[in-house]
């Protein structure tokens, strides 16, 4: 039996000591999935940003170092298995905090606190690694699930792109609207009528990857 890992929430992405910008993630699609196939009486270790469903039991991640460290680990202990990637991570980090004051702009120093009256903030972001991109590096050998969450009419293309990029198994399709759910795989993609089916049939499809 392979094992499962499932991936969600997002982490945090430090402004400055003290705040921290981070993506609206619940992880509840990963609870989902999890429901889904302890019902089928198949196990899952569970992922889950810090912020996400706090009542979850599960392993935690705080910001992008912490969610890398625990991928690598995991993936070390169980390099042929299954890695279910629905969280949000982060494609931008912040490379610059300035803040505007009679001199001008002052840059505030990494790990640093914004002063409490300062002026105007101007944050820099730049663009960051794509983490699904590196699960092969880090030693997985087993099946990638990914997730593309874009415009009803992209989402299915930019699906395919990224399955063939990572070399994942199947990517899950949503789009903005919520009116595209889809799992995307190398026959194409099969469409659902709402949410609830998509899971189910995600569910069905991991618990094959686990008994292979």
Not at 1 to 10: C, F, H, K, Q, Y
Not at 19 to 36: E, N
Not at 162 to 174: E, I, K, S
């Amino acid at each position: 039996m392979r094992p499962i890992l499932l991936v969600g929430g997002s982490p945090r992405v430090s402004i400055d000591a003290v705040r921290f910008i981070s993506v609206a993630a619940s992880g509840a699609t990963a609870l989902q999935v999890k429901d889904c196939l302890s019902h089928q009486g198949l196990p899952a270790d569970l992922l889950l940003g810090i912020d996400a469903s706090p009542l979850a039991a599960a392993q935690r991640y705080v910001d992008r170092e912490g969610l890398e460290s625990a991928l690598k680990h995991w993936i070390t202990v169980n390099p042929t298995g299954v890695v279910v990637m629905s969280a949000a991570v982060n494609d931008y980090r912040v490379a610059q905090v300035m803040i505007e004051n009679s001199n001008g702009q002052t840059v505030v120093p990494v790990g640093a606190k914004l002063p409490s009256r300062a002026g105007a903030v101007t944050i820099r972001l730049e663009p960051a690694s794509k983490l699904i991109e590196q699960l092969r590096s880090w030693g997985l050998s087993g099946s990638i699930v990914g997730f593309k969450y874009e415009a009803r009419d992209t989402v299915l293309a930019s699906a395919e792109a990224l399955r063939r990029r990572v070399d994942a198994t199947v990517v899950v399709a949503n789009s903005l609207c919520g009116q595209m759910q889809a799992l995307v795989d190398e026959r194409g993609p099969q469409r659902f009528p709402d949410r609830s089916a998509l899971v189910e049939a995600l569910g069905a499809r991991l618990a094959a990857l686990a008994r292979r």
